[in-house]
């Protein structure tokens, strides 16, 4: 983050457990507005659970969340504040299979924000248009492929006009031909300054579109910086070694 930028997100402490498992240990992080931040680290590391307590899908067990200034985390937050602002995309799709395309998109924002059927249909095209699925917009999801699929659940939560969008592993579900049109999606919000944490194993991605790289291990921020000090000069060992094993690919 920018010296003298007020972040637009910040964590305070965030822990948590699950039992008697420690899932994240003590999480601090500042996220400025425009903000691309990549977060990469070996399966099991608290990547997922992170995002996740950013949204509050999982309460942190400790720990504090503000987002906007306002602290989101207490007597667990103003739900619609948090729904109405951070979007998420997960790794798998998760749309209705009895509604189109074009229903997918449109049911949060009339649901939700109250807008008319008029206006949530006409945004509901304009995203759809975006992502590349004008032609599918009638379409149910058992008619698209899986990453059409996954390009109807970004536009799906780009309806609720967040300012946050956290993504989890958006692409590990996809084949290796569909994973490019995800991402350029994804480049394109970030090239217009859409403030994202992406959790993501694509490396090529966060070199290129990340603003910052967090290396996450037990549950800890373990490395972060620039992506071409993480990725191409790791100062940690275990940063190196992780690096040594996914970049050898």
Known sequence: MSAGTKPILGLRGIR????????LDGIDMDVSKGEVVCVIGPSG?????????????????????ILEDKEITVS???LDFVRQRVGMVFQSFNLFPNKSALENVTLGPEMVLGRSADVCRERGLELLARVGLSSKVDEFPDRLSGGQ???????????????VMLFDEVTSALDPELIQGVLNVLKELASEGMTMICVTHEMKFAREVGSRVIFMDGGKIVEQGPPAEVLGNPQQERTQKFLGLVLDR
């Open 76 to 78: 667990k937050g103003d």
């Open 16 to 23: 948590k457990n699950f039992g008697d498992l420690l899932v």
């Open 45 to 65: 590391s608290g990547k997922s659970t992170l995002l996740r307590c950013i949204n509050l899908l999982e309460p942190p067990s400790e720990g504090t969340v």
């Open 149 to 163: 699929q996954q390009r109807v659940a970004i536009a799906r939560a780009l309806a609720m006009d967040p300012t």
